[in-house]
């Protein structure tokens, strides 16, 4: 047996061609860098970022994720994120800050419930910490709201009280906040 091409194989090979590089026998011309090929990537791998930012605002961690899926180069990866990162196009901090903003406004979402989601997402616990306690939000009164809209008539039995924090909980209040807010709903004369 011989290590020769076979006919059909001179697409393949690369080197084949007068006038190419020398490549040794069995060496896929697509694993054989080329004249502009890392410029190429580079490109591709700008293309993947403007893409997937091209939809909503991303974290950093959503941003390599990303690339992961997207199998580019590991080099090219550090190389965009640090352009996005310095070109103002990625940054957590101000992620976190509106997203906490809106899912407070249009969820009403709680802190810890906030919290949780933009640890998924990938975000430093720094800023959310600073994300989470911006603004003048009084949380109390904003549960207290909710549970006025969801249960217009304060709880009465065990097992409505039980629903209306379990509601409270669910959407990311602390039990003792929750607790606060559904005697204010249901007048400081009631104890639970």
Do not use: C
């Not at 090979?13 to 190419?20: F, K, L, N, P, Q």
């Not at 997937?52 to 959503?62: K, S, V």
């Not at 600073?130 to 549960?143: M, P, T």
């Amino acid at each position: 047996m011989t290590d020769a091409p076979h006919p059909g194989d001179e697409d393949l090979v690369a080197g084949s061609r007068a006038g190419d590089d020398a490549v040794a026998p069995g060496e896929l011309a697509s694993t054989r860098p080329f004249d502009g090929g890392d410029e190429i990537e580079r490109q591709k791998a700008f293309d993947v970022a403007w893409r997937f930012l091209a939809h909503r605002d991303r974290t950093e961690a959503e941003v390599r994720q990303n690339f992961v899926k997207k199998r580019v180069a590991p080099a090219f990866v550090e190389e965009v994120v640090a352009a996005l990162l310095e070109g103002g196009y990625v940054d957590d901090a101000t992620f976190a800050r509106r997203f906490a903003e809106d899912r407070r406004n249009l969820d009403a979402w709680g802190s810890d419930r906030i919290e949780r989601r933009l640890l998924e997402l990938g975000v430093d616990r720094a800023l959310i910490a600073e994300a989470v306690g911006v603004g003048e939000h009084d949380e109390l009164a904003a549960a207290s709201e909710l549970l006025r809209r969801r249960f217009p008539a304060p709880p009465e039995t065990p097992r409505d009280r039980d629903r209306a924090l379990a509601f409270l909980v669910r959407k990311g209040y602390d039990l003792e906040l929750a607790y606060d807010a559904l005697r204010r709903h249901a007048g400081a004369s009631v104890e639970y």
